[in-house]
């Protein structure tokens, strides 16, 4: 019984921020909308250029890695 009174209580605490969003303070969240979408926009790009740059990393890191495991196999077969 407890989980469907969080669940009901959970809607009615949606519908009830909906509605004040709607009639009572819509101004002042369009401002708020307004004011969030360039830092939102600054820093996921900022995420995705960090993103991007590590996946540049760690290409080159495997590449580098795949170069030493071939010499060092050469190495051991001209040993053998």
């Given at each position: 019984?407890?989980?469907?009174?969080?669940?009901?209580?959970?809607?009615?605490?949606?519908?009830?921020?909906?509605?004040?969003?709607?009639?009572?303070?819509?101004?002042?969240f369009k401002i708020l909308i307004?004011?969030?979408?360039?830092?939102?926009?600054?820093?996921?790009?900022l995420i995705a250029l960090i993103?991007?740059?590590?996946?540049?990393?760690?290409?080159?890191?495997?590449?580098?890695?795949?170069?030493?495991?071939?010499?060092?196999?050469?190495?051991?077969?001209?040993?053998?």
């Amino acid at each position: 019984m407890g989980k469907i009174l969080a669940v009901l209580g959970g809607l009615i605490a949606m519908a009830g921020g909906v509605a004040l969003v709607a009639f009572v303070w819509w101004v002042p969240f369009k401002i708020l909308i307004k004011g969030f979408i360039p830092p939102v926009l600054f820093f996921g790009g900022l995420i995705a250029l960090i993103a991007g740059l590590s996946s540049f990393k760690d290409a080159a890191r495997a590449k580098k890695l795949e170069a030493e495991l071939k010499e060092d196999e050469k190495k051991a077969a001209s040993k053998a």
